[in-house]
């Protein structure tokens, strides 16, 4: 199949970048969208340019590395499904496809597709853990968890923290990504002992790094490659205003 | 130069953690503070050893390639992890984890590890329970276990079909407590391109940033590898694709033996290779093969729609050889009956190299809903995946590389034959021997690093307390960091014709062909005159665009497969040199007459250790096994 590729060209941080376009008229339709992008940098190298800069690892949706904006949606067309799960079937003979990097202020772009989405990383450093030293932990059937708790921990636990939430509101919030971790961990008994600071702290840290706030558009649902639910977002508000009442009533 | 100690302690193997852990040097945690360690990779093993280092209070330093430390490929682990809990009363102790993983590894390991390894195997799942790790839970509340291949009791801990990322993600968890508390320092987007060794002794690193490509140096008193596997030097593999054998080699280059190289799993049941634009494989749960009937065309050349072939035009070839075990037979037996099917033609898809996977009897015995019960998920993979629907039409499947038993030879304190060089989880040889158990490869990595170097390495490192680490400018700093710019410089911009991506896909068809599922002394002779030739002629030929000094994912996968060009050459020749059949590595000279692997335990009983030969040839260390609990038994699987 026949494809046009528009994509975000960008050499560095600090220069400009903008659209450019690439025909590539020998795609497979089984071919995956990165294997298609692997088989662009193939045809560009051979014509003596540079490389499509993409960020990707694992290839099969767990890792979080990759995600790009394919036509205006995080991760393209598919539902539930990470940038690297998406297949060329998905698309048109002869379409055009437009690819560019999380567009959110506090994922700058490094170059081409990929941005940096350190700000996760320090968000979780503020609180998203339990803490507990190698050794100190107690026999693991001396606290009971229920089944149902389990699966709803574990719900919000899948997040394989690729920024597609924060790409795709028009807030840049964080709050799913945060929410989810949030939520995994008050479920459970082990991590509920720090459950006010975690809230507030990883909250802090989110407005820090100039994540917006939630207006309730649930898009950030809707692209999440783990179908995260928005219920975490309430969890979250839930965990942060009981957190703040309990703080003042000290 | 003979074959450094192995530490092993002497006396019973029962014992042998625990009086020895006893034993160990202790370092004051106001000393700890002074001692710089860094960790190269941050999955299971580099995270957990990572922040267990920085709770005792050394300063760490940690590198990852990826944005994130979460990211390392440990997240993709699917099963579960064994440990020795006993929680279903079905008999299950530490004596008989020891056991499995002893003979699942066909005797090639070393007894003291595997036991060490079983025995560690119970905190593990405390520590995980701990940190937040939302494992399978009964009704009652208490944890939940499904038995795994190989053995005869439940001791498998799962999370869905994601228990490596929910591992992976208490561990970074614990990991990021560490660098919010600033005892460890994350560095991610960093290639560690070569390690600097001075007189036999580890002093640092030589990374790259790979957005800037600035070459940094990083000096510690101890270095520690946790840089996985290298399955990705067959090109195709179930591997991401970032991982890489390079930390490995380089360290290997600087003295550091490797032990087994040409011990590799391969996994029976990936998706098959829908042509040559294919990047990766992607494993799909060997669960499938508990109702899924395994499946060839019996004519060769047989194109027709599966649907249209009759009963009778149709091999099922593992229900026909293995009668007792049929589908389920195990992973290496699985794999080579696969490739022996394909090689007499009889294999589907476009290049011939695929098997049907075949739910059609499942379905009309049991019923969609149960089936899509059972397998639902994976099913929905499969769909996603390949756009086929497995209810429809059978899965088509081939074998795949998954994981590397070989790696960097360790003594009892995971220590490389070079000083205050470690090695933890997949890239070290201990435990696995010549196969790995299912579900053993999550508890290594977590053992190894949470649970074995911090007690190792504080008895290592008491005599550099009040030493500072090694002084970056160096000798031997600025002479590995001119050894890597050499190696930039030349691969950057070379104008050849040929991309590197092409040169490791050549590369992987070789070692797959010859040195993979099955071997033989002739195939590999030629595979080693195959690899040689197609180094220099990558050297010659390969076309790297853009610039050294920016981010450049053509010049990061040049370097990596001018590394797999000289690992391969290992690997082979390793093969060559292991004259028997045991476990994954299948020698065609060595089998019985119906086709079962033999293993020679009075001439081969013993781990390979090369030593990196410089411009000359690599020498060959046998160190010998031996086992005192149990004594080394033959598979039968008829």
Redesign the interface.
């Known amino acids: 199949m026949r494809v046009r590729l528009k994509i975000w060209r960008q050499a560095s941080a600090d220069v400009p970048g903008s659209l450019e376009t690439y025909d590539l008229d020998d795609v497979d339709p089984q071919m995956s969208f990165l294997e298609m992008l692997d088989h662009l940098n193939e045809t560009l190298a051979e014509r003596g340019e540079r490389a499509v800069v993409f960020d990707h690892d694992c290839r099969e949706g767990i890792c979080g590395q990759c995600g790009v904006f394919i036509n205006g949606r995080p991760h393209g067309p598919g539902r539930g499904v990470a940038t690297c799960q998406l297949h060329m079937r998905s698309f048109e003979d002869g379409s055009t496809i437009v690819i560019e990097p999380w567009r959110a202020g506090p994922f700058p772009v490094l170059c081409d597709l990929v941005t940096d989405r350190g700000a996760f990383d320090r968000i979780v450093a503020s609180g998203g853990f339990v803490s507990v030293h190698t050794g100190a932990a107690p026999e693991a059937n001396a606290v009971l968890v229920s089944k149902r708790d389990a699966e709803e921990a574990f719900d919000a636990a899948a997040c394989i923290g690729c920024g597609a939430c924060v790409a795709v509101c028009k807030n840049a919030s964080a709050m799913l990504f945060v929410g989810a971790k949030v939520s995994h961990l008050a479920t459970l008994p082990q991590g509920r002992t720090e459950r006010s600071a975690r809230a507030l702290n990883m909250v802090e840290t989110m407005e820090a790094e100039g994540f917006g706030g939630c207006t309730q558009t649930g898009a950030c649902e809707v692209v999440c490659p783990k179908e995260i639910s928005v219920r975490t977002i309430a969890r979250l508000n839930f965990e942060y205003l009981r957190a703040r009442l309990l703080r003042s009533l000290r | 130069m003979s074959l450094p100690d192995t530490r092993v302690p002497p006396g019973p193997v029962r014992e042998a953690w625990s009086s020895h852990k006893s034993r160990m040097r202790l370092v004051n945690p106001a000393n700890k503070r002074g001692l710089r360690v860094l960790v190269v990779g941050s999955g299971l093993a580099g995270a957990?050893a990572a922040?267990?280092l920085a709770?005792q209070g050394y300063a760490v330093t940690c590198f990852c390639y990826?944005?994130?430390?979460?990211?390392a490929?440990s997240?993709?682990a699917q099963g579960g992890i064994n440990a020795a809990?006993n929680?279903q009363n079905d008999g299950d102790t530490v004596a008989r984890l020891f056991e499995d993983t002893l003979r699942g590894g066909d005797y090639r390991s070393r007894e003291a590890h595997v036991h060490r390894l079983a025995e560690l195997s119970v905190?593990v799942?405390?520590?995980?329970?701990?940190?937040?790790v939302?494992?399978?839970?009964?009704?009652?509340?208490?944890?939940a276990n499904r038995s795994f291949g190989g053995v005869q009791v439940k001791r498998t801990f799962y999370?869905?079909g994601?228990t490596g990322?929910?591992l992976m993600?208490g561990a970074?968890?614990?990991l990021?407590?560490q660098?919010?508390d600033g005892r460890v320092t994350?560095l991610?987007r960093r290639e560690v391109l070569d390690v600097v060794v001075a007189d036999n002794h580890a002093q640092g690193v030589i990374a790259r940033n790979l957005?800037t490509g600035e070459l940094e140096r990083h000096s510690g008193h101890a270095v520690v590898l946790a840089s996985g596997g290298y399955g990705t030097v067959y090109y195709l593999s179930t591997l991401?694709?970032?991982c890489n054998a390079t930390a490995a080699w380089r360290a290997h280059v600087r003295g550091a033996l490797f032990a087994n190289p040409s011990f590799v799993q391969i996994h029976p049941t990936c998706l098959m290779a829908?042509?040559d634009?294919?990047?990766?494989l992607?494993l799909m749960s060997e669960s499938l093969r508990n109702d899924g009937r395994i499946w060839t065309p019996a004519g060769k050349g047989d194109t027709r729609d599966p649907a249209t072939i009759p009963r009778h035009e149709r091999d099922y070839y593992l229900e026909r050889k293995y009668p007792a075990y049929g589908n389920l037979a195990p992973r290496d037996i699985a794999s080579r009956a696969a490739k022996e099917a394909c090689d007499a033609g009889r294999g589907i898809g476009p290049a011939g190299r695929g098997v049907y996977l075949d739910f059609e009897d499942a379905i009309a015995r049991e019923g969609t809903e149960v089936i899509r019960g059972r397998y639902g998920n994976l099913f929905q993979l499969y769909q996603?995946?390949?756009?086929d629907d497995p209810y429809e039409t059978p899965m088509r499947i081939y074998p795949a590389a998954h994981f590397t038993m070989g790696g960097l030879w360790v003594d009892y304190h995971l220590m490389t034959s070079v000083r205050s060089l470690y090695a933890v989880g997949e890239c070290n040889f201990a435990d696995h021997g010549a196969n790995r158990l299912g579900a053993n490869s999550l508890l290594q990595a977590c053992v190894d690093g949470?649970?074995v170097l911090?007690y190792t390495l504080g008895h290592d490192l008491n005599p550099e307390v009040g030493r500072a680490a090694p002084d970056t400018a160096a000798p031997a700093f600025a002479a590995a960091e001119h050894d890597v710019r050499g190696r930039i410089a030349a691969l950057s911009g070379s104008a050849g014709t040929t991309?590197p991506?092409?040169f490791h896909r050549r590369l992987g068809a070789v070692l797959w062909d010859r040195c993979g599922i099955s071997r033989s002394a002739a195939g590999l002779r030629s595979a080693l005159d195959d690899v040689r030739a197609l180094r220099q002629e990558f050297h010659r030929d390969v076309?790297v665009?853009?610039r050294a000094d920016?981010?450049?994912?053509?010049l990061e996968k040049a370097l990596r497969v001018s590394d797999y060009m000289e690992l391969a050459e290992l690997m082979v020749r390793d093969a060559l040199a292991r004259d028997e059949s045991c476990g994954a590595h299948f020698r065609e000279e060595h089998q019985s007459p119906d086709g079962e692997a033999e293993r020679d335990d009075d001439q081969q009983m013993h781990v390979s250790a090369w030593r990196h030969g410089g411009l000359g040839e690599p020498s060959l260390h046998k160190e010998p096994l031996s086992f005192t609990l149990a004594a080394p038994a033959t598979r039968s699987y008829k």
Request: glycine letters at 12%.
């Open positions: 957990g922040a267990s709770e990826q944005d994130s430390a979460r990211r490929h997240i993709a809990k929680y905190n799942i405390d520590q995980c329970v701990a940190q937040g939302p494992f399978a839970r009964e009704y009652g509340g208490v944890l999370a869905r994601q990322q929910q993600l970074y968890g614990a990021s407590r660098v919010r994350m991610p957005v991401a694709m970032g829908q042509g634009h294919q990047a990766k992607t996603t995946i390949t756009g949470n649970f911090p991309t991506r092409t076309r665009v853009g920016a981010f450049n994912p053509e």
